[in-house]
């Protein structure tokens, strides 16, 4: 895996081949940062990465200034490798040990941009929870977004606050957006 861009650009990094992950291929990460980049400032922005795995996304956004990035993941060994990995670079990321359902049926700080990359083989209703939980407990700023990544197999449009999708590969980023 490897930074993109930012203060970090170029950098190689490679997670512990016990993790239960599939981390964004470099093509759609690039892609959905050229999106996202045409939207955000990102040194003035908040960022949620949920199921953040080894924590690729968290890591593109800290690298290209976001002040404060909250990785959300339930596997120990993920956690301890973004704690590490943040502190080895100096970036702002904040990992928290939890389930990501549990944790979104508490309510807390909202966000400008929030990412989710579930594990693809979960139902398409666990996907859909998410995206109710987030908008129902107020988790996205006004203007703020939500990105799902899932299986090109997998079609989210019909859910409230879905505004577009975009394919890369195998990989779909579904987008939703706080009505304001």
């Keep these: 895996m ?20 599939r981390p964004t291929t470099d093509l759609a990460k690039e892609s ?7 939207n955000y400032h ?7 990465d949920l199921f953040s795995g080894t ?6 956004f800290a690298s290209r200034g976001v002040p404060g990035v909250l990785a959300v993941d339930a596997h120990y060994a993920c956690i ?10 100096s970036l702002p990321i904040t990992p928290v040990k939890s389930d990501v359902y549990k944790f979104l049926e508490g309510s807390g700080k909202s966000f400008d941009v929030i990412f989710a990359d579930p ?6 209703d666990q996907f859909e929870a998410i995206i109710q939980l987030i908008f129902k407990n107020s988790w996205v700023e006004p203007n703020g977004m939500l990105i799902i990544e899932h299986s090109k197999h997998m079609d989210l449009s019909s859910q409230p ?3 577009q ?3 890369y590969g195998g990989s779909v980023f579904s987008f939703f957006q706080q009505n304001t």
């Design 2 to 21: 490897r930074i993109i861009s930012g203060i970090h650009k170029g950098r190689r990094l490679t997670a512990p081949k016990n993790l239960p992950v």
């Design 32 to 38: 959905l940062f050229n999106i996202l980049n045409n």
């Design 42 to 48: 990102f040194d003035e922005i908040t960022v949620l």
């Design 55 to 60: 924590g690729n996304i968290s890591y593109e």
């Design 80 to 89: 301890q490798f973004i704690q590490k990995t943040a502190e080895m670079l």
């Design 119 to 124: 594990p693809y083989d979960l139902p398409q």
């Design 161 to 163: 606050n879905f505004s």
């Design 165 to 167: 999708a975009r394919k």
